[in-house]
């Protein structure tokens, strides 16, 4: 069993920041992809970022130039780093990652929320 932990939501500010991050532990011989997704109210999941074992990101037009994405294999670790945060942005964001062996896992979800 494999368990995804995030942290570092809050309340912030239009323009601010905020860093998330995503630990995964249990039995985990390696970690493929690992990505955030963000799900707001009244609104489907949809993608935020990823990226593969190899340090390829992927990011999806509304925050490309403000967020990014990067992980620690060592940790088993990925992270969020979000900048000049706007409203829009305001969702519950769940990490993401396919594990193996296992499959894929999610996070329970933090909470961001953007004040304009």
């Known amino acids: 069993q494999v368990q995804l932990v995030e942290s570092g939501g809050g309340l912030v500010q239009a323009g601010g920041s905020l860093r998330l991050s995503c630990a995964a532990s249990?039995?985990?011989?390696?970690?493929?992809?690992m990505g955030w997704y963000r799900q707001a109210p009244g609104k489907q999941r949809e993608l935020v970022a990823t990226i593969t074992r190899g340090d390829n990101p992927n990011y999806t037009d509304s925050v490309k130039g403000r967020f990014t994405i990067s992980r620690d294999n060592a940790k088993n670790t990925v992270y969020l780093q979000m900048n000049s945060l706007k409203p829009e942005d305001t969702a519950v964001y769940y990490c993401?990652?396919?594990?193996?062996?296992?499959?894929?896992?999610w996070g329970q979800g933090t909470q961001v929320t953007v004040s304009s």
């Open positions: 249990g039995i985990i011989f390696s970690i493929n992809v």
């Open positions: 993401n990652a396919m594990v193996v062996p296992g499959g894929w896992y």
